[in-house]
């Protein structure tokens, strides 16, 4: 007898050697990954690669804050395939295959995620890796985003050197357009507080990228633009803008400058006066 493993490695097996992103596309459309691993949000493009199952583009927020030693996020879409990488998603076995392994014992006081789950439950829009310690062991980080002469600051996260925000901050994009300036700070309760390192972003290409695709009539989801890691810049990867269910977001990893050491992780959104 077949075992249901076999027949979805079979039913995605390479006929007249199409390409891993053809291959990787039958194995979406197999109907126990039709839907987000996670949330059950229909239509997932993301893909753990690490843990093998599609994801959609909220939760894949936090994947990315795991780290990718433990859930390496790429785009079903987007991002270069190869055969070795979708030979993994075959053998893991579907969305399905993987969360009876995962969520066997969850506790019954863990509730599984919805699909209209909220940005705090499930998403982390900025966050800090290996910073600077300014206390006697540790810090206690906080972040000021500023655009032009509006500023916004985060809470602060009391003795954590790798923090996650879980914040949403709004800003307006005023004319001309000024860079995006983000200052780290350590929270001193008898003294001033300390300065943890700062970045600087352009949004510019995010913002041109978001007007081009409000004036396209554009449904599907895309790669908009890409800015790529060099000495130039203090990017630790590449950072693409992309187009997600209607949402036009650009996902940036920064050195930050002006200090021994730390990076921070941002997700940008340029959003419409309309919605």
């Known amino acids: 007898m077949m075992s249901a493993q076999q027949e979805f490695y079979d039913s995605c ?12 596309e039958i194995v979406m459309n197999q109907p126990g990954n039709r839907y987000c691993a996670d949330c059950n949000c229909p239509d997932p493009k993301w893909v753990s690669l690490n843990l093998g199952v599609f994801i959609c583009i909220k939760c894949s927020g936090v994947h990315r804050s795991l780290g990718v030693h433990i859930s390496k996020i790429l785009s079903a879409k987007l991002d270069d ?3 070795e990488q979708v030979d993994f998603i075959i053998e893991a076995g579907g969305n399905a295959t993987v ?22 439950e499930r998403s982390d829009f900025i966050r800090g890796t290996n910073l600077a310690i300014r206390d006697v062991v540790s810090s206690d ?11 916004m600051k985060t809470r602060v996260i009391k003795s954590n050197l790798n923090p996650i925000w879980n914040e949403k901050l709004m800003l307006s994009i005023p004319d001309p357009i000024p860079p995006l300036k983000l200052q780290v700070y350590d929270k001193d309760t008898f003294s001033t507080d300390d300065h943890m390192g700062e970045a600087q972003i352009d949004i510019q290409p995010l913002v041109a990228a978001a007007k ?8 599907e989801s895309m790669q908009l633009g890409k800015w790529l890691a060099s000495e130039d810049n ?3 990867k590449d950072s693409i803008i992309s187009l997600d269910q209607g949402r036009v977001k650009q996902e940036i990893t920064l050195k930050l400058q002006n200090v021994e050491r730390g990076e921070l992780e941002i997700e940008l ?7």
């Open 234 to 236: 203090t990017l630790v």
């Open 81 to 83: 395939w190869t055969d």
């Open 99 to 120: 969360n009876m392994r995962y969520e066997a014992f969850l506790p019954e006081n863990i509730r599984k995620l919805r699909p209209d789950s909220s940005i705090e």
């Open 13 to 24: 097996a390479p006929i007249g050697s199409p390409t891993p992103q053809k291959r990787l």
């Open 141 to 151: 980080p906080y972040v000021i985003l500023s655009l032009g002469h509006q500023s």
């Open 212 to 219: 081009a695709y409000e004036n396209s009539g554009i449904s």
């Open 269 to 275: 959104e340029c959003v419409p006066l309309s919605q």
